[in-house]
Structures are given as C-alpha cells and as structure tokens.
C-alpha cells in the first residue's frame, strides 16, 4: 500500500487496483502543495470522516470530474447529492460496506459535523473515523478529527488497525501529547502511526515534534511523511 499525505488530513491510499481519497481538502488549504487534477488521477472512491468543510473540500467537484463513489455517513451523503454527487454509498456508525476490493467501517470520532451556508450552520450527521480493510494490505484506521476515548480500546480489538492516522494539531482535536498516549495506551500492535491535522492553519501546531517525541521509545515506527511524497507501510 501507497499512503500519501497532502497536508491537514487529506490523504490518497493505492493498494490493487484501487485509488482512494480520504477527505480531500485542496482548495483552499494553506497546506496543500500539488496539481488537483494529477492528485486525483483514477481515484475510484472518496471517504468523508465527517461534513467540516476542511474535510469535505474539494469532494463535489472531483466525484463528478472522476465519477469516484463517495463513502460518508447518511446525512452527508444526502447533502452531497443535492449538490450533484450522483455515486453515493451512505453509511453510519459502526456499519460496513463492501467497496468491491475494500471494505470502509464508520467508527466513533469525538467531535462535531456541519457546514455554513448563508450564515446558518447545519448538521450534517455525527462525525467518524474510518477503518480500510483489503486482503493483503495492512488495516488503515484513519481518525478523522478527535479527542481521545475510551472505546478506542474497542476499536483496536474489533479492527485491529496496522497504521494509524492520528489528528495532533490541538484546539480542534487532541493535541500531539494526548494524540501520542492515545497510541500507546490503545493501539500498541500498530506497525505505524502517521500524524495529520497540524501545520495548516496558524492555530493548529506548526510541526509533528512533541508528537515525534512523545512516541520515543515506545516501539510504534512513526512516519511524519513530506507532503505529495508517497510513502509504502
């Protein structure tokens, strides 16, 4: 498996024959380096962990430049195809789907979903992680936006993640400290963990460091991963 970060939580997984976006924040992204067009190259799917618009991004205009299936919970599915998405596949918490070479499980996320249109915020369902399983290739629990919990005990026993991508810009979600002990107190067979949400916005922190050194020595291989620069897990 490919894993390619493109700043904040924007990510691209390659694996088989797949290409998968997970939210793709471009425009607008103080952190995004690169050609949207080349990024999105036979992306075949786009997963949403929830509706803040610096996860959502860019969705509406790919899915219909590249006809990629939108994986999202219900609320944000329905959304999406009132502003043209026409290959939706919505879900919810704690469901499964089979994305013909994949399965995507909706997991807990602590934290908030919805956007503003004309100075009115709405809901747009709860917000998630995600967890990518295909045969062959290591188990991916991307986050998405959140404070550490307890049932992420649950998660690792049910899922069993391989690599993790884990929010540590602080404010928002958890800082890198709480982020780091998350990993260790829950997720100690990861083989790596990859930080995300940070470096973007001036509020969030500037750099992985205190995350880098709060994993030292605590046996999980960190990958802080240049942006557009794939890397192989």
Same mark, same amino acid.
């Given at each position: 498996m490919k894993i390619t970060w493109f700043g904040h939580s924007a990510?691209?997984?390659d694996f088989a024959d797949k290409a998968v976006l997970i939210d793709p924040f471009f425009t607008g992204n103080p952190a995004f380096e690169g050609d949207r067009a080349k990024i999105t190259e036979g992306v075949s799917h786009i997963l949403l962990t929830h509706g803040h618009g610096d996860h959502v991004g860019d969705t509406v205009e790919i899915a219909k430049a %590249?006809? =990629?299936k939108v994986v999202t919970n219900f609320e944000l599915c329905m959304y999406l195809a009132k502003q043209g998405v026409e290959n939706i596949d919505p879900m919810n918490t704690g469901g499964t789907t089979d994305q013909d070479g994949f399965t995507v499980t909706l997991v807990r996320a602590d934290h908030s979903s919805g956007l503003v249109e004309m100075g009115v915020n709405f809901p747009l369902g709860p917000a998630h992680g995600i967890v990518v399983k295909a045969p062959? &290739? !290591?188990t991916v629990y991307h986050m998405g936006d959140t404070d550490i919990f307890g049932?992420?005990?649950l998660i690792a026993e049910i899922h069993q993640p391989e690599i993790a991508i884990v929010p540590i810009g602080d404010r928002f979600t958890m800082g890198p400290e709480v982020a780091a002990l998350a990993v260790q107190r829950y997720f100690g067979n990861l083989k790596a963990v990859i930080p995300c949400?940070? =470096?973007s916005f001036p509020p969030l922190v500037p750099n992985a460091d205190r995350f880098v050194a709060a994993m &030292?020595? @605590?046996g999980v291989q960190v990958v802080v !991963?240049? @942006? %557009? *620069?794939? *890397?192989?897990?």
């Open positions: 990510f691209r997984l %590249t006809g =990629a062959g &290739e !290591p049932d992420m005990a949400h940070y =470096a &030292e020595g @605590k !991963p240049h @942006k %557009t *620069v794939a *890397v192989r897990i």
